[in-house]
Structure formats: C-alpha cells, structure tokens
C-alpha cells in the first residue's frame, strides 16, 4: 500500500450521522388538519353570524390564524440539523441552524472525549464532544431513544478511531 492509500484509508469516515428533529405530522397532515380547522371555522362562524355574534367569528379566526403560525415557526425549526463524521484522522461536527447559518467544529479523535449526562428516569439528557477546552454539544433537539442509539453508535465509533 502506498503512503497516499494509507492516508486516504485514515481519512475515510468510520462513522457517518445527520441529525435531525423529528416532526410527527408531515406536510400533507398539516393540510388536512389547516382545512379541518378552516372547516370549523366557517360552520361555527356561520352560525355566531346568524345568531348576531360577530365578534366571535373573528375571535375564533384569531385562534386558527395564531395555530397556523405556530405550526410554521414548528417548521422552521426543524430545518435545523448537525451532521457528524468521524475518522481516524478528525472528528468533525457540522451544525446548520433553521436560518441556514453553519458553524463547523474539528476535533483530533485521539483527544476528544464524549460527554453524557443522564437522568435516572428520563435517560440521556445531554451530549457533547469536549477537547482541548472547547465542549459542542449535540443531538439537542433528539427524543431520548434516539439519543441512547446515538451515543451508543458515536460512543464505539470514537472507540474504534482510538484503536481501543
């Protein structure tokens, strides 16, 4: 094997991960709950507006109208992601925020260590990848079961570029 396979065998990535929030109701549930909620609306409106009500048709509107911007403020964040590799050479840590902006860290494997704090009854509640004075933290925004697989999998992935 020559010196540039061996150093593009060191660089190939042992471990590979994007993170992302989980959303539980995708983008065509959106619309059949916004056409349900718009479908409520009217009916109801309707007959408030008959019986004399009107203001109550537009309050009731207010409430579908302040559901509809909290869903997409929902949304939004769920742009958000961090991408995580790691090889023998470097461990690195992409994190994109909902507005697009990246920030990148870069840590040496052989120096980093993966922090993991836990509760007894709810399980991990936070990781991070600490190393020469710098702690990133990731996986925030994952459920507890995704973060136990993730730390299993990122805990022996670091393992394995140690050569433990």
Do not use: C
């Amino acid at each position: 094997m020559s010196e540039t396979n061996a150093s593009y065998a060191a660089d190939e990535p042992i471990f590979r991960a994007l993170l992302t929030p989980y959303r539980s109701l995708g983008r065509t549930g959106f619309f059949i709950l916004m056409g349900a909620l718009m479908f409520g609306w009217v009916v109801t409106g309707a007959i408030f507006l008959a019986n004399g009500a009107w203001p109550v048709f537009g309050f009731f509107g207010l409430d579908v109208i302040g559901l509809y911007l909290a869903f997409r403020m929902n949304y939004r964040a769920a742009r958000a992601r961090e991408e995580v590799s790691v090889s023998r050479t470097a461990l690195d840590i992409r994190k994109v925020a909902p507005s697009g902006k990246t920030e990148a860290h870069r840590f040496n494997p052989f120096w980093a260590r993966f922090a993991v704090a836990r509760h007894t009854e709810i399980g991990i509640t936070r990781m991070a990848v600490e190393a020469q004075g710098q702690a990133v933290t990731i996986g925030g925004f994952l459920n507890p079961d995704d973060r136990e697989s993730f730390a299993t999998a990122f805990s022996r992935a670091l393992a394995k570029a140690k050569g433990r």
